[in-house]
C-alpha cells in the first residue's frame, strides 16, 4: 500500500497536467472575480461564489489522471504486479481528491491570502468550514466514480461533464432555493451568497452520502470488472 501511495503521488507531483489545470484554475478564478464581486459581500466569498464554475476543472484532471491511467493498462499492470484492487482503488482515489481538492481550493485559498494582505479579511464561520470540508471533496467524488465506472478518457470527461451542466442549470432555476442543499456545489454557492439555513449536521450527512456510494460504487465497480 505504501509503495503505490508513493508512486501515485509521485506521479501526480511530475505530471505537468496538474499544474497546468492548477494554474488554470487560479487563473480563471481570479478573472471570474469581476463578475462576482458585486454579488456577493467580500473577496472570499466572491471566490466561493465561482467555485462551481471550476468544477469542470476536476472533472478533466479525473479523465487525465484515472481514465489516462485505464487506458494506457498502467492500472492493469498494478495488479499483474500482485497488488490488491483494493489498495490500487485506495491509493488512485487518494491521490485523485488530493488534486481535486488543490484544483479547487487554491483559487479560494490565493483570495484569501489577498484578503488578509488587503486588510480586508473575512472570516467564515465553523459551520460554513465544516460544510465546505466535506463539500469540495464530495464534488470529487462525481469525476470519479464515473472513472472507475467507464476506465477510459472520453466517457470519464464527458458523462459528468452532462451532469456538471445540469446542476448548473438546477443552481439557476425557479427551485435552485430547495436544491443547492443537495449538491455539494448548491452548498458552497449558498454559503457565498450567506443563504446556507440549512443545519451543518444535515449539509455534511448530505455530502457524506455523496462521498461514501460514490466510493462505494466506484470500489464495486472496479472489483468487478475485466481488465484488459
Known amino acids: 500500500m505504501i509503495n503505490l501511495l508513493k508512486a501515485e503521488y509521485y506521479k501526480l507531483l511530475h505530471k505537468q497536467s496538474f499544474w497546468g489545470l492548477l494554474f488554470f484554475s487560479l487563473a480563471l478564478g481570479s478573472l471570474l472575480l469581476t463578475d462576482s464581486k458585486n454579488t456577493t459581500s467580500d473577496l472570499v466569498k466572491g471566490s466561493l461564489y465561482n467555485l462551481p464554475q471550476i468544477y469542470f476543472i476536476s472533472i478533466l484532471f479525473a479523465a487525465l489522471f484515472i481514465g489516462e491511467d485505464f487506458e494506457n493498462r498502467t492500472i492493469s499492470s498494478f495488479i499483474s504486479a500482485g ?111 450567506n443563504q446556507l439555513t440549512s443545519p451543518t449536521a444535515v449539509t455534511a450527512g448530505i455530502d457524506g452520502v455523496w462521498i461514501f456510494l460514490s466510493g462505494l460504487l466506484a470500489y464495486g465497480s472496479f472489483c468487478r470488472c475485466d481488465l484488459k
Do not use: C, E
Open 83 to 193: 497488488h490488491k484492487r483494493g489498495a490500487v482503488f485506495f491509493a488512485k482515489a487518494l491521490s485523485y481528491l488530493t488534486a481535486s481538492t488543490a484544483l479547487l481550493a487554491v483559487p479560494v485559498l490565493f483570495h484569501s491570502a489577498a484578503a488578509a494582505i488587503l486588510g480586508k479579511t473575512a472570516i467564515l464561520s465553523f459551520s460554513n468550514m465544516l460544510t465546505l470540508f466535506m463539500a469540495v471533496p464530495a464534488m470529487g467524488m462525481l469525476p470519479l466514480l464515473f472513472a472507475f465506472l467507464f476506465r477510459d478518457i472520453g466517457k470519464t470527461f464527458v458523462i459528468p461533464m452532462v451532469l456538471y451542466f445540469l446542476m448548473i442549470f438546477a443552481l439557476n432555476s425557479s427551485r435552485a432555493a430547495q436544491l443547492a442543499v443537495l449538491l455539494p456545489i448548491g452548498q458552497i454557492r449558498l454559503i457565498s451568497l
